[in-house]
Each structure stands twice: as structure tokens, then as C-alpha cells.
């Protein structure tokens, strides 16, 4: 799924979905798992009756042009595992190693 028409249409991938929605947001907006789920379904489709290399298929939803939630969401937070402070990380690599030469 793509929501970058232009750069999609010069790499070629063997199929796309194209979504004219902000970057980052081909489902849709936040908070709305129903238009989500059905955007996905959609896209799930279209990949099945794809049948000719480098199509887009271009969805017809359309993004509210006065919804700019997405400008207001921080990406930063919240959405990755924490990674292991310097020391953990070198005490998991260690425990790794070992147990591979353990066999």
C-alpha cells in the first residue's frame, strides 16, 4: 500500500495499492478501526485481481480535507519496545553467545 503515487509509479513494484491519504496514514486516520479494517480488506482484494506487473490500483476513499489530526499525533512515543539500556544489551549478547557455544 502506497499513499506516494509518484514515487510508487517510478519504482514499479510488481503491484500496489495506492491511497491518496497523508504519508504514513494508507489505513486512514487515527481512531477510526472501522474505515481501517475495510481499507485493508479493500487493498487485500485488489492484490488478489491484480494480474498485470506494475499496476496501482488507486482506492476511492477519500481523506476529509479539514481532518488534520494526524499533524498533532507524536510518533516519537508510545509505539516501540523500549530498547535495553547499553549494559543489557551487552549482558543479552553475551547469554547469546554462550548458549550458541553450548550448542
Known amino acids: 500500500m502506497t499513499s506516494a503515487l509518484d514515487i510508487t509509479q517510478s519504482v514499479k513494484p510488481p503491484r500496489a495499492v495506492f491511497v491518496n491519504f ?6 486512514g486516520p487515527p481512531d ?6 475495510r481499507i485493508v480488506i479493500d487493498a487485500m482484494r485488489a492484490f488478489d485481481t491484480i494480474s ?12 476529509d480535507a479539514n ?4 499533524e498533532d499525533i507524536d510518533y516519537t512515543r508510545g ?5 535495553p539500556s547499553r549494559d543489557a544489551a551487552d549482558k543479552l549478547e553475551a547469554e547469546r ?7
Open 52 to 63: 498485470a506487473p506494475a499496476t496501482i490500483v488507486e482506492l476511492p476513499y477519500v481523506w
Open 79 to 83: 509505539w516501540m519496545p523500549a530498547r
Open 67 to 70: 481532518d488534520r489530526s494526524w
Open 32 to 37: 477510526q478501526p472501522e474505515l481501517q479494517r
Open 22 to 27: 497523508p504519508l504514513g496514514h494508507q489505513t
Open 97 to 103: 553467545q554462550a548458549k550458541f557455544r553450548r550448542g
